[in-house]
């Protein structure tokens, strides 16, 4: 397991790495800014592109083959990227780097689920979620120091030891049952590629669409024309997922149930509030207190640790005393709050104590609903569908992390503009800041009522940053309250799920789940599926409650 949470960590790592290190590498090439803004989102875009195919196509091939390539992709292309000698070549390693990272986050969280039961997957699933959201939080971090003590290319090298570290242990310490033999005439008959081709080309539109966005304003033909024709092809998806005869990429049950379809909204909204705030807030470091690089990552210790902290407490929760919903919606309540308090009173004044405090609001806010979600999917679907969910959660929060990125900047970008643009005598010098020397140019100015009015318009423009925030939280909040709760009383998904242990949760009872189905088989006279049940490997027997005495989530 230590090994899984390993590569985990480095794949989430390389989505915010780059934060910090952004304007020295933009510096260094003499990049655009459309340039130097596709070194992140190329590594998203890749990331979204193969999570799709992950799910089915490990189910046929096995997991760990998977794992392994995707392992070796990420690290080859990893030190391409370090090697970087001019800015198309690191887009286009970032790119490949992507495709490696993505899958392995993917497969990362399918293993987790193969393994470990239900019940108990709480406990796993907040390690690796904290492994993921310290990751993501920490990127900027690390990246800011190796940029300002060693190099922004270390930002890269640092993962070859540590992939080669666990791919090693992998290996010799990754025990998964043999997947199902399936032929590849078979998967051609069965797999839905009408799906696969939709969800990636509207993905890829939807991300390009709202980077352009971000670079070039939201009005401009090009964004409008990839953010409406992508949009069109994700429901496309979802109308091919409900009616195709195949092996739909994302399960039609995840559209049909009130509660997978909610939880799905919510954890996109949630990755897009999240993931852009990782990355603005060394910005707002950078630009209203001056800090570099460095500083500005370790201004965000206190978040780092605190979403870690509760992404932990909230699986030992779950797995211990079996409650994950309300534990969410604390989360998400939380989120609210911080962030109401962020909007009134996180500014160029507030003193850097009470911003190091104020921050650990937010934190363990998100921390609280930053993995549960998927539980509480797994436990409404089908056990044999449980890679194909996982794979489409870890898709939705990549396509939501995108997107934030992109509307998030755009919104700081038009609001710092405009906001500089009221400054007398300073409006028509500014610049939206994307060097190191940028940041310092607003502490270079002379002190006086200049200076001030230039770092309170600058603070100011990260307000409606904030109140989106609010709404988005608010909105995951509303949404869910009317899920339905389902039993956590289940054995692994292992390698041989039975029809009957795959059966679906029932739509109209409170508590019930598959493996409260499963039950109903083992204690009716249904011997053949009671053999065949029993002969499932686990160390723990599928041992489910009736739906009226279950605990739900």
Not at 23 to 49: C, D
Not at 399 to 427: C, D, E, H, M, Q
């Amino acid at each position: 397991m230590p090994s899984i949470g390993l590569v985990l960590f480095l794949a989430a790592l390389d989505q915010t790495i780059i934060a910090t290190a952004l304007p020295t590498i933009a510096e260094k090439f003499n990049a655009s800014p459309s340039q130097f803004s596709w070194v992140a989102t190329a590594y998203q875009l890749a990331m979204t592109l193969l999570t799709p195919v992950n799910g089915r196509v490990s189910d046929i091939v096995g997991r760990k083959p998977m794992l392994y390539a995707a392992i070796v992709v990420f690290t080859i292309f990893s030190a391409l990227c370090g090697a970087a000698q001019n800015i198309t070549w690191l887009i286009v390693a970032r790119a490949f780097q992507g495709l490696g990272g993505g899958s392995i986050i993917g497969l990362t969280t399918m293993v987790v689920s193969d393994i470990v039961p239900l019940q108990q997957r709480g406990t796993y699933q907040g390690y690796m979620g904290a492994s993921w959201g310290i990751a993501a939080v920490l990127g900027p971090i690390l990246g800011g120091a190796l940029t300002q003590k060693a190099s922004w290319r270390w930002c890269f090298f640092i993962n070859l030891p540590t992939c080669a570290v666990a791919l090693v242990l992998l290996i010799f310490t990754l025990k998964l049952n043999p997947p199902k033999k399936t032929t590849f005439a078979q998967l051609r008959k069965t797999f839905d590629f009408t799906g696969l081709v939709l969800v990636m080309v509207g993905g890829a539109l939807l991300i390009t669409g709202f980077s352009w966005a971000a670079d070039h304003g939201f009005n401009t033909s090009p964004a409008i024309a990839m953010i409406v024709v992508g949009g069109v092809l994700l429901l496309l998806t979802v109308v091919n997922s409900l009616y195709t005869k195949r092996n739909a990429v994302i399960p039609a049950r995840m559209f049909k149930t009130r509660t997978t379809l909610f939880f799905t909204i919510a954890s996109t909204l949630h990755a897009l509030a999240f993931i852009p705030s990782n990355i603005l807030l060394p910005q707002f470091f950078q630009g209203v207190r001056g800090a570099d690089a460095l500083q500005s990552g370790v201004q965000l210790l206190p978040y780092a640790i605190f979403v870690s902290w509760s992404t932990v407490v909230a699986g030992q929760i779950q797995s211990r005393l079996r409650i994950v919903r309300p534990v969410v919606w604390v989360g998400y309540g939380m989120s609210v709050l911080a962030f109401g308090i962020m909007y009134e009173y996180f500014n160029s004044t507030m003193p850097m104590s009470r911003q190091y405090g104020l921050l650990i609001l937010p934190a363990v806010g998100i921390g609280l609903s930053l993995s549960s979600p998927l539980l509480i999917m797994q436990a409404a679907m089908p056990l044999k569908e449980m890679a194909a969910v996982t794979s489409a959660w870890t898709l939705t929060r990549s396509l939501g992390g995108s997107i934030g990125i992109a509307v998030f900047t755009a919104i700081l970008n038009t609001n710092l503009r405009s906001k500089f643009a009221a400054v007398p005598g300073y409006g028509t010098e500014f610049e939206v800041p994307t060097s190191a020397r940028g940041y310092e140019a607003l502490q270079d100015l002379p002190d006086g009522p200049t200076k001030v009015a230039v770092l309170k318009a600058f603070s100011d423009a990260f307000r409606p940053v904030w109140l989106l925030s609010i709404i988005i939280f608010a909105i995951c909040l509303v949404i869910t309250i009317p899920t339905r709760s389902y039993s956590l009383n289940r054995g692994p998904a292992g390698a041989k799920p039975t029809p009957e242990s795959a059966s679906p949760a029932p739509e109209k009872s409170e508590g019930g789940d598959a493996g409260a189905e499963a039950q109903r088989v083992l204690d009716g006279s249904n011997e053949s599926s009671v053999a065949t049940l029993n002969s499932t490997p686990s160390r723990d027997n599928v041992k489910a409650e009736a739906p009226t005495d279950a605990k739900g989530v």
